[in-house]
């Protein structure tokens, strides 16, 4: 929650910052870009990596360099738009790391029954921070400039690393022991473990399953991202004011979500919750997208908030529960690039067609690929997941 909250203040001031010394809206979108490299690119061989670490230390690791990362940026003159990209690569090159790291963490500490209360917690802490997070790093950059948001997350991180370090692990989990290797063995070890990773995720049913439903998902919010701000300004008529005020209710949207899914988990299965909440996506999603009235989509974008959490974490959850812990970073690696890659297409379709075909036109498309997931998911997933139960898929 804390390094998240620094990652917001970073997130929001270092584009306003970009756009205010460059004028440049290119400048400004390969910001975006160059954080989305590393995930795209690397993700998948992060989570092999990860697999064969302490997943603990890894965090810590991965916190402190980030922190160093980001404190380089102090020896930068000012303009210099190349160095802010290069320390942007590397820390989200460096952030590769953790969110494999942490899934696996998580069923290191907590019992696969409880993932769905860790992981719902979790959500409620994101969206918290999501709600204040903004606000307080457009606050700071325009009282203390750059300097002093760029502190805030290097704070975030040390702090962040400190706890880290004081969570206590099973002590099955605290050493890898092997035998010594040479380096090139420990080479074609290392791609070795990397494709059965991608091999499980193709063979078994379960997985496939629903890494094609987050392709799907990925893919509808990529375009969202790109057309939902010119559909606010263009088609509802309002000004940047009132997207920020949609964008936090979304946040208290998902606030609820992981609450709901909090209480639901225990009295409600994770196949009725899946589908239910995607098809319910699809639905709000029409609705939001075909009247634009603000107040109608004050209440539809809080709905989504709700939908939108309790659909991506039950589905990630799900993984958490399947998944051998041995094969736990590189499934998540997988689905970082995964998510990393769909949404890049979904932005870039958005970018090309979005004034061929209308803004509403592509954002009714959006929606229709969460009923579209929620109707391949029904059969498939259901199918699988009673595979699963009997021990036949592997």
């Known amino acids: 929650m804390i390094s998240g909250l620094g990652d917001w203040i970073f997130l929001i001031a270092m584009p306003l910052y970009i756009f205010d010394i460059t ?43 980030r922190a160093v990362a980001l404190a380089l940026l102090f020896f930068v003159p000012s303009g210099q738009l190349w160095a802010f990209l290069v320390i942007a690569f590397i820390q989200n ?40 997070g903004p606000s307080i790093g457009g606050t700071l950059l325009g009282i203390a400039g750059v300097e002093i948001a760029i502190a805030t997350d290097i704070f975030s991180y040390m702090i962040s690393s400190v706890l880290l370090s004081l969570v206590a692990v099973k002590s099955s989990q605290q050493k890898q022991k092997g035998t010594e290797t040479s380096l090139k063995q420990k080479w074609l070890e290392f791609w070795g473990n990397w494709w059965n990773g ?46 920020g005020w949609i964008e936090s209710v979304q946040g208290i949207g998902g606030l609820i979500g992981g609450y709901l899914l909090l209480k639901l988990n225990k009295k409600v299965a994770s196949f009725p919750l899946i589908i239910s909440s995607l098809l319910a996506n699809g639905g709000l999603a029409l609705l939001q997208f075909n009247i ?62 979005g004034e061929m075909m209308g803004t509403v036109m592509l954002l009714n498309i959006s929606a229709l690929l969460f009923f579209l997931t929620g109707i391949v998911g029904y059969r498939a ?13 592997d």
Request: aromatic letters at 10%; zero cysteines; charged letters at 15%.
């Open 93 to 132: 090159l460096v952030g590769t790391l953790f969110i494999p790291a942490h899934r696996s963490l998580l069923v290191a500490t907590i019992s696969r029954e409880r993932l769905v209360e860790a992981n719902s917690i979790t959500v409620v802490s994101d969206n918290f921070i999501r709600i204040i």
């Open 381 to 393: 997933l259901k199918q699988n997941m009673k595979v699963s139960r009997h021990g036949k898929n």
């Open 292 to 353: 634009p009235i603000l107040f109608f989509v004050f209440i539809m974008n809080a709905f989504l908030g709700i939908t939108d959490v309790i659909s991506i974490v039950r589905l990630e959850t799900l993984l958490q529960e399947q998944v051998p812990e041995n094969y736990m970073g590189r499934i998540f690696g997988a689905y970082n690039t995964l998510m990393a890659l769909t949404m890049l297409i979904g932005m870039s379709i958005a970018s090309f067609l």
């Open 198 to 243: 991608l091999k499980v995720v193709g063979t078994n049913h379960l997985y496939s399953t629903i890494f094609l439903m987050f392709s799907f998902t990925w893919l509808a919010q990529g375009m969202i991202n790109v057309l939902f701000v010119p559909y606010v300004i263009n088609e509802m008529g309002q000004t940047s004011v009132e997207f």
């Open 23 to 65: 004028k440049s809206t290119i400048a400004t979108g390969s910001m975006f870009i160059i954080q989305m490299l590393p995930r795209l690119l690397f993700g998948s061989i992060a989570g092999t990596f990860v697999d064969k670490r302490n997943k603990k230390w890894t965090l810590v690791i991965v916190d402190v360099v």
